[in-house]
């Protein structure tokens, strides 16, 4: 349909926190009851400014997880003007809805001169009766249900009706609104469709497409166990796929593959680095010790900061599976932060050089490993 639409979202945090909650809990983008026993909690929302007095609304939807039947009921509230008598004095509705020294209850009886729309259990509400400049809702929720949360609100203006594309005579003749309320039923699926189609593009774009759709493309795209992947990553790993796994069996491939998972380059020794230093006998027997004696093997060295859970490091595992060269074996070596001759350290990578100093509580220094005399 044509013309211009506009919304409203609540889909953060900030934009409950900006509103009145009472016996509630702000969850993410959403709001629940709290857990008290017998209490029932109350969110009323700030003002929604449409720059237009007497403005037609369009429609109002909600996401409510869990089981949704007799938990929650849902206020719309509009008015023209900002400013109403509060007692002896001209009060703001935003400072009011605000206040923490009015009971909710006595607010909800304030504001009932301003309800358009009431409605229980339901989140897709029509709103082409409901007009005026400022609107506000209310939801009032009875009890924590298992999983029950209200999120992702959205509320559109202006109104738009299909009876407008009818002849007039459907119009005149529809005085009580039934022919457009039915009509409605396959204008919001209409809606519905052309948003998503209107949308599709962005699922397919690694920048934009979020959640279960970054973790889709994602899958589609040939990444294996997508979900292990932090999300910023994910998508770094999408923008370079092509071209990273162009470099698949070859040693610049894995770096950069590892890098992008764990935010850190690896070190790979592989076996022709060493040869000319294992021909020094003073050499030769710590080398095989550290890398092996295994010409069909390399090492991949990383801190052990960055893979500090065993999930962690069976991932690497898994990636370095997938990068390196057919029928070539590999060594992971986490780097601990400690000096110990004869083993893993380097300096610059796991050491650094200091200077002598007496132990203090500074959160720099470490009792030594070995026994005190």
Not at 9 to 34: H, Q, Y
Not at 152 to 158: A, K, L, Q, T, V
Not at 225 to 252: D, I, M, N, S, Y
Not at 258 to 278: A, C, D, H, N, S
């Amino acid at each position: 349909m044509a013309g211009q639409q506009n919304y409203f979202l609540l889909n953060k945090e900030s934009d409950f926190t900006r509103g009145f909650c009472d016996n509630m809990e702000i969850v993410g983008s959403g709001i629940r009851p709290a857990n008290k026993v017998g209490a029932m909690g109350v969110f009323v929302s700030r003002l929604f400014d449409s720059k237009e007095e007497r403005m037609n609304w369009h429609r109002m939807t909600l996401t409510a997880d869990g089981e949704a039947e007799g938990v929650f009921r849902l206020g719309i509230y509009t008015s023209d003007v900002r400013e109403f008598v509060y007692g002896d004095e001209n009060t703001d509705l935003e400072d009011f809805i605000r206040r923490t020294d009015v009971p909710w209850e006595e607010k909800l009886k304030v504001l009932s001169g301003y309800l358009k729309k009431q409605v229980n259990d339901t989140t897709d509400i029509l709103l082409h009766d409901v007009s005026g400049r400022y609107l506000w809702i209310a939801v009032e929720m009875y009890r924590q249900h298992a999983g029950m949360r209200i999120h992702d609100i959205e509320i559109s203006f202006p109104g738009r009706s299909i009876m407008e594309y009818l002849p007039d005579v459907y119009q005149q003749e529809d005085e009580e609104q039934f022919l457009e309320r039915y009509l409605a039923i396959f204008q919001t699926i209409y809606e519905d469709r052309s948003r998503k189609i209107a949308r599709q593009a962005m699922t397919y774009d690694y920048d934009s497409a979020d959640g279960a759709s970054l973790y889709e493309l994602a899958s589609w795209l040939g990444v294996k166990r997508p979900r292990v992947w932090h999300k910023e990553a994910l998508r770094r790993l999408l923008k370079e796929g092509v071209g990273l796994f162009r470099l698949r069996g070859t040693r610049q491939g894995l770096v950069r593959l590892i890098e992008l998972y764990t935010g850190v380059k690896p070190f790979i020794i592989e076996p022709q680095e060493l040869r000319q230093f294992k021909k020094n006998g003073a050499y030769h027997d710590s080398l095989i010790r550290l890398y092996g004696d295994d010409e069909n093997q390399f090492t991949v060295l990383l801190p052990q900061e960055v893979v500090d859970t065993q999930v962690e490091e069976k991932i690497v595992r898994q990636l370095i599976n997938e990068m390196r060269p057919a029928h070539i074996a590999y060594r992971l070596v986490l780097l601990k932060p400690y000096v110990f001759a004869g083993v893993h350290t380097y300096l610059g990578v796991n050491t650094v050089l200091g200077e002598y100093s007496s132990l203090t509580l500074n959160g720099q220094s470490a009792v030594s490993f070995t026994g005190l005399k």
